[in-house]
């Protein structure tokens, strides 16, 4: 569910005077994870990285109140709900939008990850659950090794983003850097701060 709120009633009011009008109000952060427990889940239990991945990203953010309330044209909006999204190459070579909706528990998750990803691979028909939810957006350049992305600010998708793409062999452990996009309306740099240390500390403890 999602609903208009006053930004003077909430803790971002003096966030949505400074930026909102902004020329570019997107920050972009980069981190990179350690990512070996989610490389040895998905090969010894056969689950998808991206997966896990899109599994822990929604984890991480449940517990931050400022994921709820997002910027949307000139209104601040707040859903009782988070998805993540994962792009999806369809039977014709291109790629689709899938919105997952995020459950605590992995199976739940994993089982709409796989019923969602390959209908939308078969309809070639973008899955939006952005009237219902504040979605996460993911993408996963797999094919090569990235340092870091850049998002642009289009003023129209101003949710939050996270890149990535192959990750890298430590011999000893596998990290993956990524980059985190967000709209200043909605968060501080404190917030994506303690979103990332989430992040990297829920991809650590998965279990499955």
């Given at each position: 569910?999602?609903?208009?709120?006053?930004?003077?009633?909430?803790?971002?009011?003096?966030?949505?005077?400074?930026?909102?009008?902004?020329?570019?109000?997107?920050?972009?952060?980069?981190?990179?994870?350690?990512?070996?427990?989610?490389?040895?889940?998905?090969?010894?239990?056969?689950?998808?990285?991206?997966?896990?991945?899109?599994?822990?990203?929604?984890?991480?953010?449940?517990?931050?109140?400022?994921?709820?309330?997002?910027?949307?044209?000139?209104?601040?909006?707040?859903?009782?709900?988070?998805?993540?999204?994962?792009?999806?190459?369809?039977?014709?070579?291109?790629?689709?939008?899938?919105?997952?909706?995020?459950?605590?528990?992995?199976?739940?998750?994993?089982?709409?990850?796989?019923?969602?990803?390959?209908?939308?691979?078969?309809?070639?028909?973008?899955?939006?659950?952005?009237?219902?939810?504040?979605?996460i957006g993911t993408s996963a350049i797999v094919d090569t090794e990235l340092d870091g992305v850049v998002g642009m600010n289009s003023g129209i998708f101003n949710?939050?983003?996270?890149?990535?793409?192959?990750?890298?062999?430590?011999?000893?452990?596998?990290?993956?850097?990524?980059?985190?996009?967000?709209?200043?309306?909605?968060?501080?740099?404190?917030?994506?701060?303690?979103?990332?240390?989430?992040?990297?500390?829920?991809?650590?403890?998965?279990?499955?």
């Open positions: 569910m999602a609903k208009e709120v006053n930004p003077k009633d909430t803790t971002r009011a003096k966030a949505y005077e400074l930026w909102m009008k902004a020329p570019n109000p997107m920050v972009t952060f980069f981190k990179t994870l350690n990512v070996t427990n989610l490389v040895k889940l998905s090969k010894t239990k056969r689950l998808k990285f991206n997966m896990l991945m899109d599994y822990c990203i929604g984890k991480a953010a449940v517990g931050i109140k400022e994921f709820y309330t997002l910027p949307v044209g000139d209104k601040l909006i707040r859903y009782d709900a988070i998805a993540v999204n994962t792009a999806v190459k369809n039977k014709t070579g291109e790629v689709n939008s899938c919105d997952i909706l995020f459950y605590e528990k992995l199976d739940e998750f994993n089982r709409d990850y796989l019923k969602y990803t390959a209908q939308v691979a078969e309809n070639c028909e973008d899955r939006d659950l952005s009237a219902e939810c504040m979605v949710n939050p983003f996270i890149i990535w793409g192959r990750y890298r062999n430590k011999l000893l452990w596998f990290d993956l850097p990524v980059s985190f996009q967000f709209h200043h309306t909605q968060m501080d740099g404190a917030h994506a701060g303690k979103f990332l240390e989430n992040l990297q500390r829920e991809i650590k403890n998965l279990s499955a």
